[in-house]
Nanobody
Framework: QVQLVESGGGLVQPGGSLRLSCAASGTIFSPNAMGWHRQAPGKERELVARITSGGSTNYADSVKGRFTVSRDNAKNTVYLQMSSLKPEDTAVYYC???????????WGQGTQVTVSS
């Protein structure tokens, strides 16, 4: 059982920055991956960024060069530093945790990010 709690969402102007945090608690297995997905109204949920316990990262093409995902393994916390934000980044951002063995996948409750002038 893993609980994920996101924080850091809010309203920001285009070109601004936000930092999201997600703290995982419970039984954490390694190797694992933690990351962020987002979903805008009427659109499919999409991967934004992901980082494994070994430090490998993946990013959506739309956020490369603007977003940075990182993690603190000691705190079981993943971060998403977002800069140069665009209106199209507006979405609910969901934290995700997954392990290969045992095979598990957990989601946070989501945090709203709104980019608007």
């Amino acid at each position: 059982q893993v609980q994920l709690v996101e924080s850091g969402g809010g309203l920001v102007q285009p070109g601004g920055s936000l930092r999201l945090s997600c703290a995982a608690s419970g039984t954490i297995f390694s190797p694992n991956a933690m990351g962020w997905h987002r979903q805008a109204p009427g659109k499919e949920r999409e991967l934004v960024a992901r980082i494994t316990s070994g430090g490998s990262t993946n990013y959506a093409d739309s956020v490369k060069g603007r977003f940075t995902v990182s993690r603190d393994n000691a705190k079981n916390t993943v971060y998403l530093q977002m800069s140069s934000l665009k209106p199209e980044d507006t979405a609910v951002y969901y934290c995700n945790y997954g392990s290969i063995w045992p095979p598990r996948d957990y989601w946070g409750q989501g945090t709203q990010v709104t980019v608007s002038s």
